[in-house]
């Protein structure tokens, strides 16, 4: 079966040579769509171009399945798929294959995720849903099988049609989509979710693969956050207090809406220069200040002082500086918090007091009661630098607790459970980047699949706990044979797949012959343990990634064949696997 895309822009078609094979006719007799629909579709060309011209003032996927007739008269069954990208089409062309064939691609991939915790589904490029697993399927509170889901069934309307107008066209142009959406369980329950889509292809069709993992939790710790911030902005207005914040390894300044305004500056998304900042203090103050806080880098206590603030029309704003450094366990200035209150009419007042006649009774009175409202304000100060100092400290703590989480999610993405070894996905990732590398600088990689021999047998007489122990066992050798740049990673089951940057056959072959030499020397408590390896090393001539691995699977076959524990480089074989 024959499968095939090719580009359309401005009604001219950039036909892939597949098309000319599909088809019998060349890319100059189907230069353009007016050409595609006369010579393929006959008595249907009009009512087929109709649809199609609908399509287009449409925000969706075009689909048709019909039967064309080749150069030579031979009818042809097949489906067509268009996708948007901007300005551009991708037209997706292949061959009817029966349903069989689908349920045993299918069947490959249930194998590798019915069991995980992410939920995972396979679609048509029309959004039509071939698979879900398990955990998708919990999410209807339903035991029933047979039905035929959707991706309303799983997804907000909103998600629906972000994945139908944005993710499915991207994945379709770039390779995989990453974003966020929301999930609906059968009682109508949101869960927020990671969200990846990725373009498959096979020797059959196109398909997309949707994983998308739960960050509910995350969602909810991110929600807390932004509450206690938004609390603790409400509390510094209420108490008419500016805060401020500066990371001394970072050199990174944080401010209050409240600071710009001591500092008679517009409110920003960042505050200015820390070298233009200090400008505006009085120079008295500062010198003072400096002394301060070098003091208690020191002794790691709270220091307090009136500073006066220049204004832009030259005037001096006066304010109270509460500050309290946090260190680290070795002394070293990790942050500065702080406080600060405008006190500008309280020192007028006093100032004012102090020039009037000490005879004057109700001046001296007044002058205790601006120095008691003082103390008032000192007193309410120092219950909110409390308050910041508390919450300053919760929210410090759920940000070290979300990254952790995030750490903790990162390893169980790319680490397989059993072995420690990177994973199936992580390989998948690892290829794609060395097959970049290879086509952007010519440079040139092989890659070795590994097979347990007859670990069917052993699990069959030792069980599935020493099974276990062997792949663990197995997965350490590999990972000790190999070269500090080489990658190791668990292909599937009892198979291993290793990547060999800028290693041709000779050093491949080599590379190979030591992990299976290292294998069958191992001392196995139960019974020798051997492997069959197959090498495959990149060809000018390949196109994809995957015909790489198709090679090594090949080669793995034939050290299999002709009788295990043994090296097989795909050049070895009379016929090419493609």
Known sequence: MLACSFLVQDNKIYMHPVVEAL???????LCDLDKWFALLYGEHAVEMRTRYEAYKHTDGTYFSSTTIANCLGAAKEIECTVCRAGSDEWWFVQEKTAKSEYENTIGKLVLAVEAGANYVAIARLNGELLYVNSAMKKLMLDDTAAKQYSLSDFYSPCSCHLLMQEAFPCAVQRG??????????????????????????????????????????????????????????????????????????????RWSGEVYLLFDRPVASTPPPLEEILQQYHPDDLKELLELRHRAFQTGECYEKVIRIRQRNGTWRWCQSVTRPVL???????????????????????????????????ANLQLVEQQAVLLQMHDQMEKQVLLVNQQAAELEAQRYELEEMNRKLQALATQDALTGIANHRAFQERLALEWQRCQRYGQV???????????????????????????????????????????????????????????LKTGALEVAERCRHSLKQEH??????????????????????????????????????????????????????F
């Open 23 to 29: 088809t019998g006719y060349s890319a100059e007799e």
């Open 328 to 362: 680290a366990e070795n002394g070293t200035p990790l942050r500065i918090v702080g406080l600060l209150m405008d006190i500008s009419d309280s020192i007028k007042a006093q100032q004012k007091i102090e020039g009037i006649n000490d005879w004057l009774e109700e």
């Open 445 to 503: 990689f092989s890659v070795v699949l590994v097979d347990v021999d007859k670990f069917k047998t052993f699990n069959d007489e030792f069980g599935h706990p020493e099974g276990d122990n062997v792949l663990k066992r197995v997965a350490e050798i590999l990972q000790e044979t190999v070269r500090e740049a080489d990658f190791v990673a668990r292909y599937g089951g009892e198979e291993f797949v290793l990547i060999l940057p800028e290693t």
């Open 176 to 253: 995989r989509w990453r974003g966020k959406t929301e999930l609906t369980d059968g009682s109508g329950k949101e869960i927020f979710a990671s969200q990846v889509v990725t373009l498959h292809t096979d020797d059959n069709e196109f398909f997309l693969s949707l994983a998308a993992t739960d960050v509910s939790e995350y969602v909810a710790m991110e929600q807390t956050l932004r509450r206690n911030e938004a609390h603790l902005s409400e509390v510094h207005k209420m108490a008419h207090l500016g805060s401020y914040e500066y990371n001394c390894l970072t050199r990174e300044l």
């Open 524 to 577: 196995w408590p139960l019974r020798k343990v051997s492997g069959s390896f197959g090498v495959a090393t990149f060809q000018t001539f390949m196109t994809t990634a995957q015909e790489l691995i198709d090679s090594a699977d090949k080669a793995l076959y034939a050290s299999k064949k002709s009788g295990r524990d043994r090296v097989t480089h795909i050049d070895e074989l009379d016929e090419l696997p």
